[in-house]
C-alpha cells in the first residue's frame, strides 16, 4: 500500500492498531456495562369520582349522579342572656420613679468598692489572728514538751524542780539526812545530779562557772550498751582528780563498761579557774552502744 510506503507510517500504523484494540477492550469489560431496572412494586390507589358511595364492586365507568338537594331546617333562634361580669375595682398602681443617672451609679460603685475593701481587710485581719494563735500555740506546746522533758530527766538522776524545805524526806549524797542544796545560789556550787546526754560520746554536768575545755573517750572491750554516770571531783586546774563510775542514773553496770567510763572522765578537762572551789564535784556521762 502506498500510504505506508516508508518505515515509520508502518510503525504508526501497528501503534494505533494496538492502542484502539485496548480501548476497545476497555470499552467493552468497563464502559458498556448496564444495570437492571428495579422491580415494580407499590400499592394500588383507587381514585373515585364523588364525595360519597357504598358496596365493594368497582364500577368500569364513571357514574354521574346528580347531588341531592338539602332541605334546610329552620334554626331556632336562641336569645343568649348575656350576664355582666363584675369587674373588681383596680388596684392603685405605685409608680416608682428611678433615677439611674451618672451620679446615683458613681454612688453605687462607691458603695460597692467599699463593701468589697471592708470584707477584704476583715479576711486578711482574721487570717493574721489565726496565724498568731496558731504560732503562740505551737510556742506553748513546745514549752510544755521542753517542761515534760525536762521534769522526766531530773526524775531519772534524782532532781528536783523547786524546793519550800516544807517537803518531807531526805535529798542528797551525803550520809547526813536533809535536802542538799542552796536556795541563794553560787556560781560554782557543787551539784551532785543532773541530766545525762542523748549523744554517743561523753558529756560533763555540775560544774557550773567551769568550760568544757577538751574531752576523749575510752571504747569499751565488750559488746554491752547503756549509759555509765561517772561522779567526778576536779581541781581548780579543770583536771579530773577522782573518778566514780556506776552512780545513780546508771543504766548498765557491767564492769567491761564502768573502766572505760572512768577512763574516759579522766580524759575531760575543763578551764583554768582561780577563784573555783579547790574541789568541785560534777558527773560526766557517758553512752555507750552496741559494737562501739
Known amino acids: 500500500m502506498s500510504f505506508l510506503d516508508t518505515r515509520h507510517k508502518k510503525k504508526s500504523f501497528t501503534l494505533t492498531s494496538l492502542l484502539l484494540s485496548v480501548l476497545l477492550l476497555l470499552l467493552f469489560y468497563i464502559g458498556l456495562t448496564y444495570m437492571d431496572p428495579p422491580i415494580e412494586n407499590g400499592i394500588a390507589i383507587n381514585f373515585g ?65 467599699k463593701r468589697k475593701a471592708d470584707e477584704a481587710e476583715k479576711k486578711a485581719k482574721a487570717e493574721a489572728e489565726r496565724i498568731v494563735r496558731e504560732k503562740r500555740e505551737a510556742e506553748n506546746r513546745k514549752r510544755q514538751e521542753q517542761e515534760a522533758k525536762k521534769k522526766s530527766l531530773d526524775a531519772l538522776i534524782g532532781g528536783i524542780g523547786k524546793s519550800d524545805g516544807t517537803t518531807t524526806g531526805s535529798e542528797g549524797d551525803d550520809t547526813r539526812s536533809g535536802d542538799k542544796g542552796s536556795p541563794e545560789g553560787n556560781p560554782y556550787a557543787t551539784s551532785y545530779y543532773g541530766a545525762p546526754g542523748s549523744g554517743s560520746g561523753g558529756g560533763g554536768y555540775g560544774l557550773n562557772g567551769r568550760s568544757l575545755v577538751s574531752k576523749g573517750k575510752v571504747q569499751q572491750e565488750c559488746n554491752e550498751d547503756g549509759r555509765v554516770v561517772v561522779r567526778i571531783v576536779v581541781d581548780k586546774n579543770g583536771r579530773v582528780v577522782q573518778a566514780t563510775p556506776g552512780v545513780k542514773g546508771t543504766t548498765n553496770n557491767a564492769p567491761c563498761l564502768l573502766e572505760p567510763a572512768r577512763k574516759t572522765a579522766f580524759l575531760h578537762k575543763w578551764n583554768l579557774d582561780s577563784k573555783a572551789p579547790s574541789q568541785q564535784i560534777g558527773f560526766v556521762v557517758v553512752n555507750f552502744k552496741l559494737g562501739q
Open 49 to 113: 369520582t364523588m364525595d360519597f358511595g357504598s358496596g365493594k364492586v368497582q364500577p368500569k365507568e364513571k357514574v354521574r349522579s346528580e347531588p341531592k338537594k338539602i332541605e334546610p331546617k329552620p334554626v331556632e333562634q336562641v336569645q343568649e342572656q348575656v350576664v355582666p361580669k363584675q369587674t373588681a375595682p383596680e388596684e392603685p398602681v405605685e409608680k416608682v420613679l428611678t433615677t439611674d443617672n451618672e451620679e446615683t451609679i458613681r454612688i453605687n460603685q462607691q458603695k460597692e468598692a
